[in-house]
């Protein structure tokens, strides 16, 4: 689980990044939400307020960013 001071980094980048909570699927690697492609992103606050996160991901995109992503 993440502590609320490793969230709290993440903040400045809220407005920029479409960050999703993860921690679904056999491995706890898929974004804990329906249609996230789709979805404008969670702030902090909201993000501290799930259970069960085990971490969290950006969606990429046109919309987002500045991200690079390699994989």
């Keep these: 689980m993440l502590r609320p001071s ?4 993440l903040q400045h980048l ?3 990044l479409a960050l999703l909570p993860v921690g ?3 491995e706890g690697k898929g974004p804990m939400l329906s249609a ?3 979805h404008a ?4 606050d909201q993000l501290q307020a799930i259970d069960g996160m085990r971490s969290v ?3 990429t ?3 987002t ?3 690079a992503a390699f994989d």
Excluded: I, K
């Design 14 to 16: 809220e407005d920029d």
């Design 6 to 9: 490793e969230l709290n980094r």
């Design 41 to 44: 992103g969670f702030t902090v």
């Design 61 to 63: 995109g046109v919309l």
């Design 65 to 67: 960013g500045p991200l």
């Design 24 to 26: 679904w699927g056999h």
């Design 36 to 38: 996230w492609q789709n």
């Design 57 to 59: 991901g950006a969606r």
